[in-house]
Each structure stands twice: as structure tokens, then as C-alpha cells.
């Protein structure tokens, strides 16, 4: 098993990843009326890492280290993007770089400290 790559589709359903590699490269999220949740806290990035994602009716949680920048490159249709992180002034490393890329409609795709 490749912890360095995800590939997920969640159909009318949830998919939990956690992910533990420490050269995480890149992920592929797919929901359809379903809801994603990956958990980063454990893992590393080097330089800018794309998550790319579809969405039709579906929710991303992604629970990332304060100090990774997460940029937003998606294409929204009644859509949000919205980072929820408390600690939102710790020391921003620019060389862990996640970009959330894709199309979300009616979705939503929340960037967070915790994941239930």
C-alpha cells in the first residue's frame, strides 16, 4: 500500500482517510451525494502537494497541521471553502504548500484542526 497517494470515491456514503506518509504527493477525492475525511495531522508534504477533488453534493473535511498553507483552486457552484482552523496565526511554512483544486457543486470543503 502507497500512503503517498489517495484515490477516493464516496457515493452515497463516507470515506475516512488517515493519512500517515511523510512525502504525501498527491489525492484524488470523488463524492456523489458522499462526504470525505482526511486526516493529515500525522503527515508531511514538500513543497505544494494537489488535492484534487469533485464534488455534486458532497462535504471534504481536511484536518491539516497549523502550519501548512492551503490554497483554493476550485471552480464552486453553490459551493464553500472554508478554513476553520483556530490556530490561524502559527508560523505558516511556505514550502508545505496543499492546493485544493476540482469543482464542488452544491458542496462544501472545510479545512480544519480536528475531524469527528
Known sequence: ?????INTTAIFGEVK?????KDFKF???TNIFGATKVDFSNADINGAVILD??????EIKIKVPPTWHV????TNIFM???DKRRNRTANIDE??????RGVGIF???KIVDWVN
Not at 1 to 5: A, I, K, L, T, W
Not at 71 to 74: A, G, P, Q, Y
Not at 95 to 100: D, E, Q, R
Open 107 to 109: 458542496a462544501a470543503i
Open 80 to 82: 464553500e471553502v472554508d
Open 53 to 58: 477533488s469533485f464534488q455534486l453534493f458532497g
Open 71 to 74: 490554497i483554493s483552486e476550485m
Open 27 to 29: 489525492g484524488q477525492l
Open 95 to 100: 514550502n508545505k504548500v496543499l492546493v485544493l
Open 17 to 21: 482517510k488517515y493519512i500517515l506518509s
Open 1 to 5: 500500500m502507497n500512503d503517498n497517494y
